[in-house]
């Protein structure tokens, strides 16, 4: 009943910026955290950002200093922005919503390519 969107994907050069957003359906209740995972080529999926309820945030290593997620102000809305952008960074991203107790959400995904 619930679908996750996600935009802002596409092709930029090193060093340049993309910003993400990700948009529900509809109003989800009982939402614990929100976040961004990325998945490369040949790689495992990977948490890079997340933020809580309650406003606690946290980063991958790897993009830390350059990546901000927030929330937007309608509900149910995460944005990441992300600067200073590397070839490392290219993946498939996916925007996900967790609810309490113990359920996910996920977008279908949006392509970030590095490249110059």
């Known amino acids: 009943q619930v679908q996750l969107v996600e935009t802002g994907g596409g092709l930029v050069q090193p060093g340049g910026s993309l910003r993400l957003s990700c948009s529900a359906s509809k109003t989800i209740f009982s939402i614990s955290a929100m976040g961004w995972y990325r998945q490369g080529s040949g790689k495992q999926r990977e948490l890079v950002a997340r933020i809580t309820s309650g406003g606690s945030t946290n980063y991958a290593d790897s993009v830390k200093g350059r990546f901000t997620i927030s929330r937007g102000n309608a509900e149910n809305t995460v944005s990441l922005q992300m600067n200073s952008l590397k070839p490392e960074d290219t993946a498939v991203y996916y925007c996900?919503?967790?609810?309490?107790?113990?359920?996910?959400?996920w977008g279908q995904g949006t392509q970030v390519t590095v490249s110059s």
């Open positions: 996900n919503v967790g609810l309490i107790p113990n359920y996910n959400y």
